[in-house]
């Protein structure tokens, strides 16, 4: 089992950057897909990156692609999330998971963080 703790989120202007940890423990850790997700009040929970277990393979939502970067350091047990050029509309509470494969889907991870706020101000 993988237990994951996010933070790092706050309030930040328009074009500005924030970076979020994910800390996670546990054995298989260093075997799983690590994704993050975010979701705005009133809204789903929408994809936001995935990366493999070792870091070979990343997917981003179309929204964030150029703008965020998803890596993760598995001597630390640390996953994180880069965003660059903050929009408003990237405003959600911002969710860290575990999972087996790194799938856009949320339906297939099986360990959630509790979730860090993200403000992006106009």
């Known amino acids: 089992q993988v237990h994951v703790v996010e933070s790092g989120g706050g309030s930040v202007q328009a074009g500005g950057s924030l970076s979020l940890s994910c800390a996670a423990s546990?054995?298989?850790?260093?075997?799983?897909?690590m994704g993050w997700f975010r979701q705005a009040p009133g809204k789903e929970r929408e994809f936001v990156a995935t990366?493999?277990?070792?870091?070979?393979?990343?997917y981003y939502a179309d929204s964030v692609k150029g703008r965020f970067t998803i890596s993760r350091n598995n001597a630390n047990n640390t996953v994180y999330l880069h965003m660059n050029s903050l929009k408003p509309e990237d405003t959600a509470v911002y969710y860290c998971?575990?999972?087996?494969?790194?799938?856009?889907?949320?339906?297939?991870?099986?360990?959630w963080g509790q979730g860090t706020p993200v403000t992006v101000s106009s």
């Open positions: 990366i493999s277990w070792n870091g070979g393979t990343t």
């Open positions: 546990g054995r298989s850790f260093s075997s799983s897909a």
């Open positions: 998971a575990a999972g087996q494969f790194p799938k856009l889907d949320p339906q297939y991870y099986y360990s």
